[in-house]
C-alpha cells in the first residue's frame, strides 16, 4: 500500500551542499535518503548502498553464483517506490 503524502517542502542547496547530499545518499533517491535521516535509519558506510548490491549480484549471477546473488536479493529492502514484478523476483521473493 502506498502512502499518500499531503505535506510538501522545499528546500534550497547550493552546490557544494547538493554535492554532499548526492555523496551520502550513494545512489538512493534523494527523497528517500532525507526520509530515511528523518525515520533514523542506520546510515552505515560498510553496508553496500542499492546500486552497489545490483553491481555485486550482477557479478555473481555472471560468475554462476546464483544461491550467494539470492541471498543477497533476499536482504534488500526495495527502493522507495519501486513495485517488483518480473518472474526472477517473483522466484526468490518466495
Known amino acids: 500500500m502506498t502512502e499518500t503524502r499531503e505535506n ?3 528546500l534550497r542547496l547550493d ?3 547538493l554535492a554532499r547530499l548526492d555523496e551520502l545518499r550513494g545512489g538512493v533517491p534523494r527523497a528517500a535518503y532525507v526520509r530515511s535521516l528523518l525515520r533514523g535509519d542506520p546510515q552505515d558506510p560498510d553496508v553496500a548502498s542499492r546500486a ?17 546473488a ?7 529492502p526495495p527502493d522507495d517506490g519501486e513495485i517488483f514484478d518480473d518472474a526472477f ?3 526468490i521473493r518466495d
Open 89 to 91: 523476483e517473483r522466484i
Open 8 to 10: 510538501e517542502i522545499k
Open 52 to 68: 552497489e548490491a545490483l553491481s555485486i549480484l550482477t557479478g555473481l549471477a555472471r560468475d554462476g553464483r546464483v544461491s550467494a
Open 15 to 17: 552546490d557544494t551542499e
Open 70 to 76: 539470492i541471498a543477497l536479493v533476499r536482504e534488500l
